[in-house]
């Protein structure tokens, strides 16, 4: 007797669309475009706009066949569903001459002006590390790429959201003509929010440039801005007072030791930003400087600080010595810094009993990262007061650096000090401390 009854179908067939599309959103291009041929419901959910709303295309210097194909497919769907993008980053990784400098340029002009023709979605655009003052860009190629650029951030102007251009690395008028881009349909902008860090070529005194202020006075609803030191000036913070205090969140300020940093900035205009903008936190970032007359003149009172970075990168100057900020100026803080990392070669002098104390000082931190020269008995020490609740740290990630080959001694003492608050830092503690030679 012949069965008429249909062949039962796999559990998958009943599968809703909202859970297939969720499966969808973790295939990669190649394994979608596969499973898009099962049937046509698949082929319908792989046309969903909600897969296709972030997408990151990476331009590779020196291309495998795999690699150049990853590119080919991503650049093609992102032209298939450009439509639907609301987020979009460009990786350039490893350029290494001008013929591929050209052919980003080249390509990037035509997804640009395609995007810019069907596109009315995207609020998030990141291109970062272009450094543009490489030899590799030639001068025509250069002012092409930002030229098709400008354009395109002129056209997204009302939709854009977040710009990361951080590593652009251009010069004064050329980054000026970028960000009024974004203001040049209404001479207003609504951004909110901008990463312009490394954004100027080095050794520029940006916080003197009326360009500049101009500029930045076209932003009227800036929640994070992350910026570079060289870019600060009383101005500027009048400027974000005037324009942006009822939206600003964050200022994050990178200062780097071959960036012009000698300015005078007054505590009075950070007072005042401070309070028209009572939600703001500012995180710095030194790279290198370390000297305390430098940090005094930056480091003001004045300034709502949530952490502060100072990383010497195994670099040792004995001109400088840590104590005096540790002591002088970093305790100015203490009702407001929750983060807290200092990367140091302080070969030359011992900080312990300072650090510790800063640490016990800063009623709010819970983030500490130390590279440095510690005793051990720091880390006992440490710990003794968390478990006293003498202070609230959450993450500790310490690396004690040692002037000997050989650390077994320290590294038995650190593994005896983790059994004494083993309890501890399993149930309360992000924890992390090892030692490191620095012969």
């Known amino acids: 007797m012949e069965d008429d009854s249909e062949p039962e179908q796999s559990s998958w067939a009943y599968l809703p669309d909202v859970c297939l599309r969720h499966v969808f959103h973790w295939l990669d291009d190649r394994d979608r475009s596969r499973a898009a041929l099962v049937c046509k419901k698949w082929s319908c959910a792989m ?72 596109n009315s979605h995207l609020v998030s655009l990141s291109i970062k590390y272009l450094e543009l003052d490489c030899l590799i860009w030639r001068n025509v190629v250069r002012a092409q790429f930002i030229k098709n650029l400008s354009a395109f951030l002129k056209r997204m102007s009302n939709q854009l959201d977040y710009l990361n251009l951080k590593g652009a690395r251009i010069t004064l008028e050329e980054g000026c003509e970028l960000l009024n881009s974004l203001s040049s349909l209404t001479n207003r902008s609504f951004i909110s929010e901008i990463n312009i860090e490394d954004f100027f070529s080095l050794h520029l005194s940006v916080y003197s440039s009326a360009l500049f202020h101009q500029t930045m006075s076209k932003f009227h609803r800036l929640t994070i801005l992350t910026f570079n030191y060289n870019c600060i000036s009383d101005e500027l913070l009048d400027i974000l007072r005037e324009r942006s205090s009822h939206s600003l969140c964050t200022l994050n300020i990178k200062c780097h030791i071959h960036d012009p940093h000698g300015q005078v900035v007054s505590g009075m205009s950070w007072a005042n930003l401070a ?78 009993n300072e650090l510790l104390q800063l640490i016990l000082s800063c009623k709010r931190l819970l983030f500490l990262k130390v590279w440095a020269f510690l005793s051990v008995s720091f880390m006992e020490r440490l710990l003794q007061n968390r478990a006293e609740r003498k202070c609230i740290l959450t993450t500790i990630k310490v690396r004690i650096y040692t002037a000997q080959d050989d650390s077994t001694e320290e590294e038995r003492l650190l593994a005896d000090i983790y059994r004494k608050f083993k309890y501890l830092i399993d149930s309360e503690l992000n924890y992390f401390v090892i030692t490191y030679p620095m012969v």
């Open 275 to 352: 309070k028209r903008a009572p939600k703001l936190n500012v995180n710095f970032f030194f790279e290198r400087v370390m000297k305390h007359d430098h940090l005094a003149r930056i480091l003001l009172e004045e300034i709502p600080v949530r952490s502060i970075s100072l990383r010497s990168c195994y670099f040792s100057d004995p001109d400088w010595t840590m104590r005096p900020t540790l002591t002088n100026i970093l305790p100015a803080y203490w009702h407001g810094l929750q983060k807290l990392t200092l990367e140091l070669n302080n070969d030359h002098e011992l900080l312990d």
């Open 47 to 118: 046309h969903s706009g909600s897969l296709w709303r972030c997408r990151t295309i990476t331009f590779y210097g020196q291309p495998s066949r795999a690699r150049t194909l990853e590119f080919q497919s991503a650049l093609w769907y992102t032209k298939k569903f450009g439509k639907y993008l609301k987020h979009l980053e460009i990786k350039l990784s490893n350029p290494y001459n001008t013929p591929f400098i050209k052919k980003f340029q080249v390509i990037m002009r035509g997804l640009l002006s395609h995007l810019g023709k069907c």
